[in-house]
Nanobody, 115 residues
């Protein structure tokens, strides 16, 4: 199973980006789709997660600004990021946790918020 992320880049404060993560390969049923991020000198943290039924969870720091969504038929996860702040700068990683317990990560995509 491979996860391919796209959509990162450089954006000014207050701007928006949309990240995508497409899974391919021998995919078992996907349970949780999630996004994590890791800033320099910091630990990786959970940004948002979505269950198959649509239940979502967000880090306090992104609530009201970020939205996670998933296309179950297309095995794709999205992260819409609005009102971006410099402190959102990090490498963002997609994670998919399968129903059979297997866990997969994307390669990471850089998001830089700077004027």
């Amino acid at each position: 199973v491979q996860l391919v992320e796209s959509g990162g880049g450089l954006v000014q404060p207050g701007g928006s980006l949309r990240l995508s993560c497409a899974a391919s390969g021998n995919i078992f049923s996907i349970n949780i789709m999630a996004w994590y991020r890791q800033a320099p000198t910091k630990e990786r943290e959970l940004v948002a997660a979505a269950s198959p039924g649509g239940t979502t969870n967000y880090a306090e720091s992104v609530k009201g600004r970020f939205t996670i969504s998933r296309d179950n038929a297309g095995n794709t996860a999205y992260l819409q990021m609005n009102s971006l702040k410099p402190e959102d700068t990090a490498v963002y990683y997609c994670n998919m946790f399968m129903m059979n317990g297997q866990d997969y990560w994307g390669q990471g995509t850089q998001v830089t918020v700077s004027s």
